[in-house]
């Protein structure tokens, strides 16, 4: 299972911090990824930390939006700075599996809402 939180109303220029814990002890063995769906858009790639430690971004947020890892913790993070209106959307967590092509596991979303 995966719980979502952190999201929030901020001003545009702010910053905020999801983070998304995971139950299970084999954590360390999953790509860890967010996603975003804004009102009315399709869910969107964010970013991904994939189980070796290697990180994606989406080029939207790139530059701006930084994940991370506690393995010991079972959580991922996403620190978003300099945020934009346009970054207004529900952001999920979500889990895929060494060897798994798709993500098995999604978190619940928390909003944020970006004010200009």
């Known amino acids: 299972q995966l719980q979502a939180s952190g999201g929030g109303l901020v001003q545009a220029g702010g910053s905020l911090r999801l983070s998304c814990a995971a139950s299970?002890?084999?954590?360390?063995?999953?790509?860890m990824a967010w996603f975003r769906q804004a009102p009315g858009k399709e869910r969107e790639f964010i970013a991904r930390?994939?189980?070796?430690?290697?990180?994606y971004y989406a080029d939207s947020v790139k530059g701006r939006f930084a994940i991370s890892r506690d393995n010991a913790k079972y959580t991922v993070y996403l620190q978003m700075n300099s945020l934009k209106p346009e970054d207004t959307a529900s952001y999920y967590c979500?889990?895929?599996?060494?060897?798994?092509?798709?993500?098995?596991?999604w978190g619940q979303g928390t909003l944020v809402t970006v004010s200009s």
């Open positions: 979500a889990a895929q599996y060494i060897g798994r092509n798709s993500y098995g596991y």
């Open positions: 299970g002890r084999t954590f360390r063995r999953y790509t």
């Open positions: 930390h994939d189980w070796r430690g290697s990180t």
